[in-house]
């Protein structure tokens, strides 16, 4: 009989940050799948958990999904990890999961911390729709590409960023976006953990008197708002949100964002009869 692959979340920073079923997962497994070994072994030995590891990360990913997937046909139960939060968001494990479930083997997940959900929740900007983009691309033209794309996207923008980029990545968000509300979380759960809030050019400016940031950032930016005043006709904003390549309900959905209407508002006005 075949294993269980274990989707393990694991703290961002503070070693509380863990669940009871995490650290019970931890300990019957068989064998845990880290993204770092020496940065695994610091959360199991802080925990009293001795069990054997295994490197699995993006640059032998390829190699080791086939063992791991030997091991869970023989009947091992695997729990992966990554170094910090919810495995597989911006981390490997994709090739792991697909074969996996290819091969009709089970997988638990087993939530808990995530940066992306921890900034969101303390930024202040809205939370019922968020768009995650992973790491912004390290060179300005496809960064600035990117960003580009969330002109209009009506949700909150969650990206990851290296300190070393903060600079050039605000000017682009910027340029691109304009003076939305932006919010730097910066080393959360953390010793130094801070949250810098104001626009991406106000941000840069601070950020420009004071020593070079350091450790794990994530990035919000306010979502795409119908500039004040904007009395096209719902029919004709759905209209274009279709032409932007939205399909039917998706279109509805973020025409009513956009204006603050219930979405049965807007579907009415748009199948209503037309002269």
Not at 205 to 217: A, T
């Amino acid at each position: 009989m075949a294993g269980t692959l274990y989707l393990v979340a694991t703290p961002i920073g503070n070693l509380e940050d863990i669940t009871l079923r995490a650290l019970r997962v931890l300990r019957e497994a068989d064998l845990i799948a880290c993204e770092d070994t020496r940065h695994t072994r610091k959360l199991l030995e802080h925990y009293g958990i001795h069990k054997p590891t295994l490197s699995y990360h993006e640059h032998n990913e390829a190699s080791r999904s086939g063992e791991l997937l030997e091991k869970l046909r023989q009947g091992a139960n695997v729990a992966l990890v990554s170094d910090a939060g919810t495995p597989l968001v911006s981390d490997p494990g994709y090739r792991l999961v697909a074969k996996v479930i290819e091969s009709a083997i089970s997988i638990e997940p087993v939530p808990g911390a995530s940066a992306i959900l921890a900034a969101l929740t303390a930024s202040g900007l809205p939370t019922d729709a968020f768009l995650f983009g992973g790491f912004l691309p390290a060179r300005p033209g496809p960064r600035r590409k990117l960003l580009a794309r969330f002109k209009e996207e009506p949700a909150t923008l969650v990206f990851y960023e290296a300190p070393h980029r903060i600079l050039e990545a605000l000017e682009d968000i910027d340029a691109a976006l304009g003076g939305r509300p932006v919010v730097l979380a910066r080393e959360m759960t953390k010793l130094h953990q801070e949250f810098l809030r104001g626009t991406a050019a106000s941000l840069r400016e601070s950020l420009g008197r004071r020593p070079p940031l350091k450790g794990e950032i994530t990035l919000l930016v306010g979502r795409a708002v119908t500039p004040p005043g904007d009395r096209t006709p719902l029919r004709e904003a759905v209209e274009a949100a279709l032409r932007s390549g939205l399909n039917r309900m998706e279109a509805i959905k973020t025409v009513a964002r956009q204006r603050g209407l219930p979405k049965r508002e807007v579907y009415r006005a748009f199948e209503g009869p037309r002269g």
